[in-house]
């Protein structure tokens, strides 16, 4: 437990002490985003480069504190988070196509699965299904990456939500990798959520900085790295009895159930409208709970909790079959989630 304390110290003192002087620096060299009416919510100027730091502080402690003597994992996370931080960071300062940078999380994907070898192998009984073949495991693993990178690109639209939700994320898939003595991944999670956890004294309503794509984007990608080693975890390593009735897929599901519902509820909603899914818009549940008069602060701690209920829920039920465990969190995510929709047509 040692080394996980230190690099999650690590990382969020890098993150602690470097932001100041990098909103400095944005602000003089003018790098924030300005108000905009139409689907912005802030109405005031912020430096948008936080990425920079949330990516600096979680591979340098990463690095540095690497757990164990095989660098595959380090490879691989390096090279692929470099990548996607100068596709952010691009995004950032001077704008990228949507096409561009759906091509960027391809090619991630594919150096995920295909090199690093990370695939999900099977669906452990949801909808019947278990072993995958070759080709359906590169394509639902490479088809999971782009969702969750793409997920936490749009949630990051108010105040300290896609830092905090990728902090909830971070440590308890942390907690589940250190439990399961996976030392690597553990390390990631927690370098991860050391950065998050400082930058959120920064990003919390009202928030001094902005994350950019630099930043959700990275978040994105090391949580998919995580969901993925989670999902096609060996069984036959796990040691607590407890951890091995869990079903994996549901798990992952619940803490990625504020990104995944809504992403997938604009993506149709905009596509039924005959837009493009990559069309700005204000139809997230978080617009809706501020349109209800919630502030952001308010809105944040909301998804927050949601975010806890539904995992909470999952743990629960985890000597249920897949398939009830599934349904559960399914029905209560739909619940939960349509309710600050329910009551804004009540109040029209």
């Not at 437990?1 to 993150?15: E, N, R």
């Not at 730091?53 to 691989?76: G, R």
């Not at 949507?98 to 669906?123: C, E, G, H």
């Not at 991944?185 to 930058?199: K, T």
Request: charged share 10%; net charge positive.
């Amino acid at each position: 437990m040692d080394y996980l304390l230190l690099v999650f110290i690590t990382a969020a003192c890098i993150s602690l002490f470097s932001i100041p002087a990098l909103i400095k620096v944005a602000i003089l060299k003018r790098l924030f985003d300005a108000p905009d009416g139409e689907r912005k919510v802030h109405n005031r100027i912020v430096p948008t480069v936080g990425g920079i730091i949330i990516f600096a502080a979680t591979l340098f402690s990463y690095a540095l504190w690497y757990p164990v003597v095989d660098a595959h994992d380090l490879k691989y996370i390096t090279a692929t988070s470099l990548l996607l931080f100068f596709v952010g960071i691009k995004d950032d300062i001077i704008g990228t196509a949507p096409i561009k940078k759906l091509l960027s999380f391809i090619i991630i994907s594919f150096i995920l699965v295909l090199l690093a070898n990370q695939r999900i192998t099977s669906m452990h009984g949801i909808f019947g299904i278990y072993a995958m073949t070759n080709a359906w495991q590169i394509l639902f693993s490479t088809f999971t990456v782009i969702v969750i990178i793409n997920a936490f690109n749009l949630i990051d639209g108010i105040d300290g939500l896609a830092a905090g939700i990728g902090l909830i994320a971070c440590c308890t898939l942390g907690a589940w990798f250190y439990l399961v003595q996976d030392a690597s991944m553990a390390a990631l999670a927690f370098a991860l959520a050391g950065s998050l956890a400082a930058f959120l004294v920064f990003n919390f309503a009202p928030a001094k900085l902005f994350m950019g794509d630099s930043g959700s984007l990275i978040i994105g990608l090391i949580i998919s790295i995580l969901v993925i080693r989670c999902i096609n975890y060996d069984v036959g390593k796990i040691q607590h009895n407890q951890l091995v009735t869990f079903s994996r897929p549901v798990f992952v599901l619940s803490i990625l159930v504020y990104p995944l519902y809504d992403t997938f509820r604009v993506f149709l909603l905009r596509i039924l409208r005959g837009e493009s899914p990559f069309t700005a818009d204000k139809k997230h549940i978080h617009h809706a709970l501020l349109s209800l008069g919630c502030s952001h602060r308010t809105t944040t701690l909301i998804l927050y909790a949601f975010t806890l209920i539904i995992i909470s829920i999952s743990l629960l039920l985890h000597a249920q079959s897949t398939l009830v465990q599934f349904v559960c969190v399914l029905l209560a995510t739909i619940v939960i989630a349509q309710l600050p929709f329910f009551i804004k047509r009540r109040n029209a």
